[in-house]
């Protein structure tokens, strides 16, 4: 968080600087005695690290890690770029040679000695008292390193600096393990410009001289924006991670406390961390407040608003869920009121509230301001920490709550499956969009806007979940920027302080539609091309079981409401819009029923190595397999799909008992089984079949099978796209 938010900030500010906190030092009067080496004097001096181990540990992991990447993506631009962009190969190049120098003496120490090999070595060891069996890490002067560092994080440095490697098969630290595992995916990230807050983007939103402090050779923002897209893509990546390494060695501060006695560092550390509850940004606001209005507080709806605050927050017992709630909290009030892209640190939300609070000019714009804290803390109340609903709800508090705030029935539940979904989803900008319309929502509660208040807070779940569907089923990562873009004030938008007229759902759905526009998937003058469009570039995705499975569930939610079995010739298997509820499935009570709760391969995902299984082999071609694609796939309970046969026979058996108008036991199955060509009905799936509830989604299906056609490649990527269209359609209606 600390590295992400410098780069972003640097690109603007260029005084920002960034203090990671402070390290307790105390010099080693006895290296002899207590810290290992195999040469007298190799290591002339020598600190114990009384507090900051795990910081400078992991800061050394980090710096390793970035050297290894930069090594790599110089290999790829090399070879991507050779003999066509050569002076763009020649400034990263000559850049990431000079940054891997740099981040050396990160991790390690030189070492001017004769005879020595290798010159460098690793800059911490854990050491403990030579009298002590076994011995931990030496330095030593030639020796084989794994001979000499023993420990994880010793061995990790010393193997780096000796053969360019990092094995982890061989760390038994689960904590360093998992950092590693952490700052390796977060450079994955930053490397293929897939976290949407960190990319190239960010360089090329600014001017020449950003990118000149980033990388040595002069090249142009404009040399950049040439290459094509795959090129781009990979320079970006290269210069992110450079901007990384530059926020990291120039604007990254460290406290350095060098104590000139053992104890007296260990006193100076107890009092540094002194254990008691941590004050918030919100509650060291709060005097603030006070004092500013004097004897008019007591009186005012400032303390109403701040009084609710209080009880939400005093409702946490942790200081650590306290402190997380509140930088949460914080940086979607600070995003919706201005576009400030507010940091976890204490310091920084202080002083934003601060700010914010000083430049209301009026007393009304400070009880506004106010009054949307306390908002904030009334949606994460009743939507943000609430949780899950669980399985075979009838009932569900958040659809009570929005009927009580002016939703008819059916409008809540719907509005609740929406927040329901982008929620399970993980999609966590959705709430800055949605806090807002829930804000204004409370606020009309005493007028005469309620219902057109409640009818746009509708709208927008709507909007959200569909504009979130549609990017995910077609695009990779999640559309982070496209809502900090609502709310920046350098363009039109519909923040608290300066995009109060904006504040519709129109301005919302416009706003979605020209983003789908900008990636090529939508076409905002044609609708018929925005559906090819879409569909071409969903199917090419492989809409289907390697996506978000959230949304991939509620694409199935989506395309069997209301829908019904196509009776065409020739289009057996596929479904139809049915009549008006029909069958209901947009609703909490299903996304939460254990009748759904799986999403099943109809062909399964793994092929059986039954020789009799009659499926067919072209849903299975290798790493490209069609098998886990839209239309291979359906809803079933969990019993069912941990129970249900490999089969197609066997399949349609049980999906035609599960279609029956008439009750199971008075279904011919016997019939039904002769029919499938089934000898004898095995004693589980008459269960499975007896014991099931009517599931309206498999009526196509079943319709396909008793019609004697096959399950295959030809047949799936046919029900693909009658997916993708009935989605499309419908989707396209919420925005």
């Known amino acids: 968080d600390d590295l992400s938010d410098g780069v972003r900030k640097i690109c603007t500010e260029d005084d920002y ?36 181990q795990q910081r400078i540990s992991t800061i050394s992991v980090l710096a390793i890690l970035i050297s290894r990447r930069l090594e790599l993506v ?54 403990i008292n030579s009298l002590c069996n076994p011995v931990v890490d030496q ?24 053969n360019k490697t990092i094995n982890t098969d061989a760390i038994q630290n689960s904590k360093l393990k998992e950092n590693i595992k952490r700052i390796d995916k977060w450079l994955d990230a930053i490397e293929q410009n897939e976290k949407e807050s960190l990319d190239i983007s960010l360089i090329l939103q600014q001017d020449d001289k950003t ?66 509850t941590p004050l918030t940004a919100i509650e060291v606001f709060k005097p603030q407040v006070v004092h500013s209005m004097g004897e008019n ?60 609070y000083n430049q209301c000019e009026t007393d009304s714009q400070k009880e506004d301001f106010i009054h949307w804290l306390s908002d904030l803390t009334s949606y994460w109340t009743h939507i943000v920490i609430t949780r899950r609903p669980k399985l075979a709800a009838n009932s569900f508090k958040l659809v009570s709550h929005l009927i009580q705030l002016g939703l008819d029935s059916g409008d809540a539940d719907l509005a609740a499956l929406c927040i329901f979904y982008l929620k399970d989803a993980s999609h966590v900008m959705a709430h800055n969009l949605l806090s807002l319309f829930y804000s204004k929502l409370l606020r009309a509660q005493k007028s005469k806007n309620i219902q057109n208040a409640a009818t746009e807070f509708l709208s927008v779940c709507k909007a959200c979940a569909a504009f979130f569907t549609l990017w995910s089923s077609a695009l990779s990562g999640f559309p982070d920027r496209i809502y900090r873009e609502l709310f920046n004030h350098k363009k039109a938008n519909l923040s608290w302080l300066n995009g109060v007229d904006n504040q519709n759902s129109t301005f919302v759905k416009d706003h979605f539609k020209q983003a789908l526009n900008d990636k090529k998937i939508f076409d905002i003058h044609c609708t018929e091309n925005s559906k090819k469009l879409w569909i071409g570039n969903a199917t090419a995705r492989r809409l289907g079981y390697g996506m978000n499975r959230k ?17 065409t010739l020739g289009n057996e298997g596929l479904m139809n819009r049915g009549m008006p509820g029909s069958s209901q499935y947009l609703t909490c009570k299903t996304w939460y029923s254990p009748d759904y709760e799986q999403i099943e391969h109809i062909a399964n995902q793994t092929k059986p190595q039954n020789p009799q299984y009659r499926l067919d ?82 009526a196509p299906l079943a319709h396909r099978g008793n019609e004697g056609l096959p399950w295959d490649k030809f047949f799936v990527d046919a029900r693909t796209k009658r997916i993708c269209e009935l989605l499309f359609d419908d989707m396209i209606s919420w925005l």
């Open 297 to 356: 507080y007591g009186n005012s709806q400032i303390k109403a608003y701040l009084d609710l605050t209080d009880n939400f927050f005093n409702q946490q017992t942790k200081s650590a869920t306290k402190e997380k709630l509140t930088d949460d909290l914080l940086r979607v009030m600070a995003l919706v009121f201005d576009g400030e892209e507010l940091g976890r640190r204490f310091s920084e939300q202080r002083d934003w509230l601060t700010y914010s």
């Open 211 to 276: 990118l000149n402090g980033i990388i040595n050779q002069a090249i142009s923002i404009s040399d950049i924006e040439q290459l094509n897209i795959e090129s781009q893509k990979l320079v970006g990546g290269a210069i992110i991670i450079l901007a990384v390494v530059s926020f990291l060695l120039r604007k990254t501060y460290l406290t350095v406390i060098e104590s000139p006695t053992e104890s007296l560092a260990f006193d100076m550390f107890q009092s540094i961390n002194a254990t008691g």
């Open 17 to 52: 600087v960034r203090f990671i906190g402070s390290i307790i030092l105390w010099e080693e009067k006895q290296p002899k005695m207590n810290v290992h080496f195999d040469s007298n004097g190799l290591i002339t001096k020598i600190y114990n690290v009384i507090d900051g």
């Open 74 to 127: 110089r290999v790829k631009i090399n070879a991507k770029l050779l003999g066509q962009h050569d002076e763009i190969i020649d400034s990263i190049a000559n850049s990431i040679d000079d940054r891997i120098l740099e981040l050396q003496e990160v991790y390690s120490t030189s070492i001017n000695k004769t005879n020595v090999n290798p010159n460098m070595k690793p800059i911490i060891i854990r050491a």
């Open 551 to 567: 949304v991939c569930r509620f694409v199935l939610f989506v395309t069997s409401h209301d829908k019904a079995p196509d009776k």
């Open 139 to 162: 330095w030593t002067l030639k020796g084989n390193y794994s001979d000499y560092y023993k420990s994880d994080i010793g061995r990790l440095i010393a193997e780096f600096i000796d």
């Open 617 to 698: 082999d072209n849903l299975y071609p290798g790493n490209s397999s069609v098998v886990d694609m839209i239309g291979n796939l359906t809803l079933l309970s969990k019993t069912a799909n941990t129970s249900i046969y490999d089969e197609w026979a066997e399949k349609v058996f049980y999906y035609s008992t599960l279609t029956s108008l008439s009750p199971t036991n008075s279904v011919d199955l016997k019939n039904l089984a002769e029919k499938q060509g089934i000898q004898s009905i095995p004693p589980k799936l008459f269960q499975l079949a007896t014991s099931s509830n009517y599931i309206a989604h498999l």
